[in-house]
């Protein structure tokens, strides 16, 4: 157990539909990263945050966007949702600095119909 | 070209068996580098960072070649519970954090 829960941790929706994800990061971790992860890929780095703010964030559209509270738990919410994010969504939480291990949550499963 | 390629996969080894799997990175900026493991359906775990005199853990050792951008995993005497998904990882932390993640090498370790 990583610490990291992660919820729904499984999900269908249409296009076109806006889905929220949820993620709470390890007790003292105060960084979390998204990735999506697609069968048979690695997982793809979407975006950062640290201390609330958004901190890096890979090659995905304006849709996908995301939040960081006080608690360092975070949501990543995804607009008008198209057949392709359909996916394995992994949150990793992980404390200050670059090099530290990253925690990750069993993921929650989007199926875009 | 993928910035984390690795050996397409699977490999179906017998137990015993040494395994190397090969990764190579495009980022000459790259800075910290990581095997992490997946198991089927599971979320990856770190297996081991990766350093450049190389090292080892157990059964484990990794090689890093910064002027080849070449990163190298060895499994010696392998198990059964080996069998998974082996992701090379590459930080750039110049860039936010960001972790790129390899298309991953999938293991099957049979009797």
């Known amino acids: 157990e990583t610490g990291v829960t992660q919820s729904p941790t499984h999900l269908i929706k249409t296009r076109g539909q806006q889905v929220t994800l949820r993620c709470s990061s390890q007790?003292?971790?105060?960084?979390v990263s998204w990735y999506q992860q697609a069968l048979g890929q690695g997982p793809q780095f979407i975006f950062q945050?640290?201390?609330?703010?958004?901190?890096g964030r890979g090659n995905f559209p304006p849709r996908f966007s995301g939040l960081q509270f006080p608690n360092y738990s975070s949501e990543l919410n995804v607009n008008a949702l198209e057949l392709d994010d359909s996916a394995l969504y992994l949150c990793a939480s992980s404390s200050a600095g670059g090099d530290r291990e990253l925690f990750f949550g069993e993921g929650s499963r989007l199926t875009v119909l | 070209r993928k910035e984390v390629e690795q050996d397409p996969g699977p490999f179906n080894v017998p137990e015993g068996a040494t395994v190397a799997f090969n990764c190579t990175y495009s980022n000459s900026a790259s800075q910290s580098f990581f095997w992490y493991r997946q198991d089927c359906r599971k979320e990856p775990k770190l297996l081991m960072s990766v350093y450049s005199s190389g090292n080892e853990d157990g059964r484990f050792t990794a090689q890093l070649n910064r002027a080849s951008q070449y990163i190298s995993l060895l499994i010696r005497d392998s198990k059964l519970s080996d069998s998974a998904t082996y992701l090379c990882?590459?930080?750039?932390?110049?860039?936010?954090?960001?972790?790129?993640f390899g298309q991953g090498t999938e293991l099957s370790v049979k009797p």
């Open positions: 007790s003292g971790h105060n960084t």
């Open positions: 945050y640290y201390r609330e703010e958004e901190n």
């Open positions: 990882v590459v930080g750039l932390y110049n860039q936010g954090g960001k972790l790129i």
